[in-house]
């Protein structure tokens, strides 16, 4: 039998007058997080926020700060249900203590989230301004990245522009029988031009119907653009969403199909903080790279030096638009003309290549002579084989690349008839020769190639998955970003601009503990 006084006493009695003893601050330790979250948000500007509300008529509303506050500590968290903020407001001590005690329910957090999506901007500008006037963000080496992230839609919720059709005309007739009925017995206060009065029953169907058609116009939509790529739509039609048609059908990380988002960042080498991010609804993130310098450039006052990204985003597109802005691009890149080392590599092109090298040649997946074994003369405008042919140019064509048109230009060889190297450059259907294409931005592929061939750029390269995929696996893993809460693109992008300045500014208090425990301990060392 164990001893009188062996259990620990209660540290609350349950009727005192106050919970708190002595004070809801002495609740919080001095170096927890959110009391530097709070000195942080405290010296932030929310006029931008404060004119957003009427201020002369309803009740006193709770400050923008609160509010904006709670979600993010929450983010942070993994705390994003609006209903579990509101809990969290209740009993949790950090959340109360952040909140001064106010009771924010979880319809005013819904709506807050997506209603200040330009003062948000405006807060992530400013954290990162704080953070780069202490040194943590510099703009000297960016890494650019994408992921996926699930939409706010069952994968099992998709169709086709045909059978969404079928389904919009039997809600069509659905709509007129329930409409007829209705005004046989003088049921019907409206009719069907004026929605926002219809009878309940003809207000779903309305409501289903106005979902099914914007579905309907994504899926044609998505039909036209694999037409103009050379897909059949009747024989592979698009799969569009239809809970949340801004999504697209795209591969999972863990594989299979499903309605996806790709949100991307831009994250500083320095500290690894978030300095801009977006939301695409299409599988590659490259249209949004030099989008993000001149954001970067606006909010911070000047644009990266180095960029940094993967095999993905390294188009001829992207190196010109990099090289437009004078930022230096990193990226796998291998150049399409011989080098030094190589067998067609020769000073006079004109020459051919001896025929006891032709086995060291390089080859295409294809089994066929690769591109790199042919040089092209800027004075010429041509491409030279390794037998020194000559292969001017012949004509442009429009390709799609990505749903974007591209001009190729085509360069045709003459003189495959009887070339001892024909069998080994073009297949024996080939009857006009074999044909080069150079894309409109090959010299900006050139030089970066000949950039990323030096070991300088091959080390700092080395940096680009710490730097541009850490963000991810915090904003996935600690913060639960896996699925997105709300739906259409816009939300989407003003959710995702919630996480990322929840990152940032985690990061910021983080950086901000850390020099006053130096300082502390500094101070402490002169004292002794």
Same mark, same amino acid.
Request: with cysteine; net charge neutral.
């Given at each position: 039998?164990?001893?009188?006084?062996?259990?620990?006493?209660?540290?609350?009695?349950?009727?005192?007058?106050?919970?708190?003893?002595?004070?809801?601050?002495?609740?919080?330790?001095?170096?927890?997080?959110?009391?530097?979250?709070?000195?942080?948000?405290?010296?932030?500007?929310?006029?931008?926020?404060?004119?957003?509300?009427?201020?002369?008529?309803?009740?006193?509303?709770?400050?923008?700060?609160?509010?904006?506050?709670?979600?993010?500590?929450?983010?942070?968290?993994?705390?994003?249900?609006?209903?579990?903020?509101?809990?969290?407001?209740?009993?949790?001590?950090?959340?109360?203590?952040?909140?001064?005690?106010? &009771?924010?329910?979880?319809?005013?957090?819904?709506?807050?989230?997506?209603?200040?999506?330009?003062?948000?901007?405006?807060?992530?500008?400013?954290?990162?301004?704080?953070?780069?006037?202490?040194?943590?963000?510099?703009?000297?080496?960016?890494?650019?990245?994408?992921?996926?992230?699930?939409?706010?839609?069952?994968?099992?919720?998709?169709?086709?522009?045909?059978?969404?059709?079928?389904?919009?005309?039997?809600?069509?007739?659905?709509?007129?029988?329930?409409?007829?009925?209705?005004?046989? &017995?003088?049921?019907?206060?409206?009719?069907?031009?004026?929605?926002?009065?219809?009878?309940?029953?003809?207000?779903?169907?309305?409501?289903?119907?106005?979902?099914?058609?914007?579905?309907?116009?994504?899926?044609?939509?998505?039909?036209?653009?694999?037409?103009?790529?050379?897909?059949?739509?009747?024989?592979?039609?698009?799969?569009?969403?239809?809970?949340?048609?801004?999504?697209?059908?795209?591969?999972?990380?863990?594989?299979?199909?499903?309605?996806?988002?790709?949100?991307?960042?831009?994250?500083?080498?320095?500290?690894?903080?978030?300095?801009?991010?977006?939301?695409?609804?299409?599988?590659?993130?490259?249209?949004?790279?030099?989008?993000?310098?001149?954001?970067?450039?606006?909010?911070?006052?000047?644009?990266?030096?180095?960029?940094?990204?993967?095999?993905?985003?390294?188009?001829?597109?992207?190196?010109?638009?990099?090289?437009?802005?004078?930022?230096?691009?990193?990226?796998?890149?291998?150049?399409?003309?011989?080098?030094?080392?190589?067998?067609?590599?020769?000073?006079?092109?004109?020459?051919?290549?001896?025929?006891?090298?032709?086995?060291?040649?390089?080859?295409?997946?294809?089994?066929?002579?690769?591109?790199?074994?042919?040089?092209?003369?800027?004075?010429?405008?041509?491409?030279?084989?390794?037998?020194?042919?000559?292969?001017?140019?012949?004509?442009?064509?429009?390709?799609?690349?990505?749903?974007?048109?591209?001009?190729?230009?085509?360069?045709?060889?003459?003189?495959?008839?009887?070339?001892?190297?024909?069998?080994?450059?073009?297949?024996?259907?080939?009857?006009?020769?074999?044909?080069?294409?150079?894309?409109?931005?090959?010299?900006?592929?050139?030089?970066?190639?000949?950039?990323?061939?030096?070991?300088?750029?091959?080390?700092?390269?080395?940096?680009?998955?710490?730097?541009?995929?850490?963000?991810?696996?915090?904003?996935?893993?600690?913060?639960?970003?896996?699925?997105?809460?709300?739906?259409?693109?816009?939300?989407?992008?003003?959710?995702?601009?919630?996480?990322?300045?929840?990152?940032?500014?985690?990061?910021?208090?983080?950086?901000?503990?850390?020099?006053?425990?130096?300082?502390?301990?500094?101070?402490?060392?002169?004292?002794?």
């Amino acid at each position: 039998m164990l001893v009188t006084g062996y259990w620990a006493e209660p540290f609350r009695d349950r009727k005192r007058m106050s919970p708190y003893s002595p004070t809801l601050d002495a609740m919080i330790d001095d170096d927890d997080p959110v009391r530097l979250l709070d000195e942080v948000m405290a010296e932030v500007d929310w006029s931008g926020w404060e004119s957003r509300y009427n201020g002369h008529r309803g009740q006193p509303p709770i400050h923008p700060r609160y509010i904006a506050s709670a979600i993010l500590h929450g983010m942070y968290r993994g705390i994003r249900s609006s209903r579990k903020l509101e809990e969290a407001c209740t009993y949790r001590f950090d959340f109360i203590w952040l909140v001064e005690g106010l &009771h924010i329910d979880h319809s005013t957090f819904a709506t807050f989230r997506t209603q200040f999506r330009q003062p948000l901007k405006d807060l992530f500008r400013q954290i990162g301004r704080i953070a780069m006037t202490l040194g943590l963000i510099r703009l000297g080496v960016v890494g650019f990245d994408g992921t996926r992230v699930k939409a706010n839609n069952s994968r099992y919720k998709t169709r086709t522009a045909k059978t969404l059709e079928e389904k919009l005309q039997a809600l069509d007739d659905l709509f007129e029988h329930l409409l007829a009925e209705l005004q046989s &017995h003088d049921g019907a206060e409206a009719g069907p031009d004026s929605p926002t009065h219809l009878p309940p029953e003809l207000a779903d169907v309305q409501s289903r119907r106005d979902q099914l058609s914007q579905a309907l116009a994504a899926a044609q939509a998505a039909d036209a653009a694999r037409h103009k790529k050379g897909i059949d739509p009747q024989q592979n039609p698009a799969q569009v969403p239809t809970t949340d048609p801004d999504s697209r059908v795209m591969p999972n990380k863990e594989g299979g199909y499903a309605p996806n988002y790709t949100p991307v960042v831009t994250v500083d080498g320095q500290c690894g903080m978030i300095v801009d991010a977006d939301v695409l609804a299409e599988v590659n993130e490259s249209s949004s790279a030099a989008a993000s310098v001149d954001r970067i450039e606006e909010n911070f006052g000047t644009k990266p030096e180095k960029f940094l990204t993967d095999a993905g985003n390294n188009g001829g597109q992207v190196m010109a638009e990099m090289e437009k802005r004078d930022v230096e691009f990193y990226a796998p890149a291998q150049s399409h003309q011989p080098q030094p080392g190589d067998a067609a590599y020769r000073e006079d092109p004109t020459q051919p290549v001896p025929p006891s090298q032709w086995s060291d040649l390089k080859r295409n997946g294809h089994g066929q002579l690769d591109k790199s074994n042919f040089i092209y003369s800027s004075e010429e405008d041509a491409y030279f084989c390794p037998r020194g042919q000559k292969l001017p140019f012949e004509r442009n064509k429009i390709a799609q690349r990505g749903g974007v048109g591209v001009k190729l230009r085509f360069f045709r060889c003459e003189h495959c008839a009887g070339c001892p190297l024909a069998e080994a450059c073009i297949s024996g259907t080939n009857k006009r020769g074999r044909t080069i294409t150079r894309e409109p931005h090959e010299e900006a592929h050139e030089r970066t190639a000949a950039r990323m061939s030096t070991p300088a750029a091959r080390e700092l390269y080395r940096q680009r998955p710490r730097i541009a995929e850490t963000p991810f696996a915090i904003l996935k893993s600690i913060m639960g970003i896996r699925q997105f809460l709300l739906r259409g693109l816009e939300k989407v992008k003003t959710e995702w601009l919630w996480a990322v300045t929840a990152f940032n500014l985690m990061k910021l208090v983080r950086a901000l503990g850390a020099l006053r425990a130096e300082r502390a301990a500094l101070a402490a060392a002169e004292v002794n």
